[in-house]
C-alpha cells in the first residue's frame, strides 16, 4: 500500500466524513458515525474502490489521528472537523491549558482582527496545545502566522471547550480580546 495511495484515501474519508457524505449516498449520525459496508459500497458506484485493508491502514497511520473505528468494527466516523449540518457532535467540556494556538494565513488577519476567530464552515473553531502544529495548519492557507489564545481565561469567563478524541481543542468563538498577535 503505498503513501500516496494512504493520503488519497483519508482525504477522500476526510470529505466523506465530515463535508459532503450524500455525495456517495452515505449518511452519519448525529456523532458522526457511518456504516462502514455503506461507505465502502458508496465508493464503489463512485467509481473508488475501498476495501477493509485499507481504511484500516488509513486509520491506523493517520498522524493526527482523524478517523475513529466502533468497538465492533462496523463503523467509522472523524472525530471532529465537520462542516456538514447531518452531525451535531456532543463532545465533553474540559477545562483548557493556559494558553492555546491557531495557526492561520497573513490574508486573513484583518478579518480576524474585526471578528475574532470563527468556525466559518466547520463547526468549531480548532485550536491546538501545539505551536508547531498550529504553524502547519497556518501554513495551509499561506504566509502562515501563529496566533496565541488565552483558553484559560476564556473558560474562566463561561466559554467552553471541548477536546476531541485526537486532542484537537474545540470551542464556538475566540473573541478578539483574547488573541495574541506575534
Ligand atoms: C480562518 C485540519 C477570516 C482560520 C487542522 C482558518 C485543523 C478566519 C480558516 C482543522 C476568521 C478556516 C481545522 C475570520 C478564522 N476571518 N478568516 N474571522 N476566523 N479564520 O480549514 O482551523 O488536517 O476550516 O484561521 O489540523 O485551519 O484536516 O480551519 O485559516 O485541526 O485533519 O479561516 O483542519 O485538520 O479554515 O483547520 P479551516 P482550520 P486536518
Redesign the pocket.
Known sequence: MSQKSLNETSKFL?YVLRHEPHSIGLTLDAEGWADLADLISGAAKGGRSLDHAIIEAVVSSSD?K?FERSQDGQRIRAV??HSTPEVSRQYPQKVPPQLLY????TR?LE??E?????A???HH??L?HEVE?AIA??Q??GKPVLLTISALQMHEQGFRFYQAENG?WLTEHVPMAFIRLP
Open positions: 476526510s493526527k482523524r471532529q472537523g491557531h495557526g492561520t494565513a486573513f478579518s480576524i474585526q471578528q475574532g476567530l470563527i466559518g464552515q466547520r473553531v480548532h491546538s502544529t495548519v497556518g495551509r492557507y484537537v
